[in-house]
């Protein structure tokens, strides 16, 4: 079993940043990434990572959004720049794909992020 639990949400303004973390309970050699939900919306792709390094983001979230791995941490951040009210939602890290979108094996619990004007 893989636990993902993700840290580092909170309330900031318009413009600001906020950097989030996903600490995995063991090393795990597959892609992980970043989705976010907001209430009565359907989960959204944020950004992903390779377990060989490479990344993809979504559109809305390129140039702003930075996502990184510690392997030796078996640490998972997403570094959220210039926020938009918009990127206010339930942030969630995930690992291990099957196959496209959603299909991550693990799951965190996930983190508020909530961005106001």
């Known amino acids: 079993q893989v636990q993902l639990v993700e840290s580092g949400g909170g309330s900031v303004q318009a413009g600001g940043s906020l950097k989030l973390s996903c600490v995995a309970s063991r090393y795990i050699n597959c892609g992980m990434g970043w989705y976010r939900q907001a209430p009565g919306k359907g989960r959204e792709l944020v950004s992903r990572?390779?377990?060989?390094?490479?990344?993809i983001y979504a559109d809305s979230v390129k140039g702003r959004f930075t996502i990184s791995q510690d392997r030796v941490k078996n640490t998972l951040y997403l570094q959220m720049n210039s926020l938009k009210i918009e990127d206010t939602a339930v942030y969630s890290c995930a690992a291990c794909p099957s196959g496209g979108v959603s299909s991550e094996h693990y799951w965190g619990q996930g983190t508020q992020v909530t961005v106001s004007s």
């Open positions: 990572i390779s377990n060989h390094g490479t990344t």
